[in-house]
């Protein structure tokens, strides 16, 4: 069974910074690319940066040169490290991930549950 667990959201002044981490768990799993979106209080989900099974990243123009988002070597930890925080990226944040859970079967896109950031001073 997959599951992708996010952490290291938090409460943080404007300009602060936080380090999100979304760990993927499941014995026989292959990561492809993986993402995180955001979602803020009555708006729409929307994407905010994502990685490559090559390690290609793309970052939303809201977030870019403040957000980067990487992973590890084996790929099954990746993270979004956030600076010069305002209080626009209030959100609760999710990850996902396009995996295949074992060798006999096909890709498909797993989401954790999410982590909340507020950022107000």
């Known amino acids: 069974q997959v599951r992708l667990v996010e952490s290291g959201g938090g409460y943080v002044q404007p300009g602060g910074s936080l380090r999100l981490s979304c760990e993927v768990s499941g014995s026989n799993v292959d990561i492809n690319s993986m993402a995180w979106d955001r979602q803020a209080p009555g708006k729409e989900r929307e994407f905010v940066a994502s990685?490559?099974?090559?390690?290609?990243?793309r970052h939303a123009d809201s977030v870019k040169g403040r957000f980067t988002i990487s992973r590890t070597g084996n790929r099954n930890l990746m993270y979004l490290q956030m600076n010069s925080l305002k209080p626009e990226d209030t959100a609760a944040y999710y990850c996902?991930?396009?995996?295949?859970?074992?060798?006999?079967?096909?890709?498909?896109?797993?989401w954790g549950q999410g982590t909340q950031v507020t950022v107000s001073s």
């Open positions: 990685i490559s099974s090559g390690g290609i990243t």
């Open positions: 996902n991930g396009y995996i295949r859970a074992d060798s006999l079967g096909g890709y498909s896109t797993y």
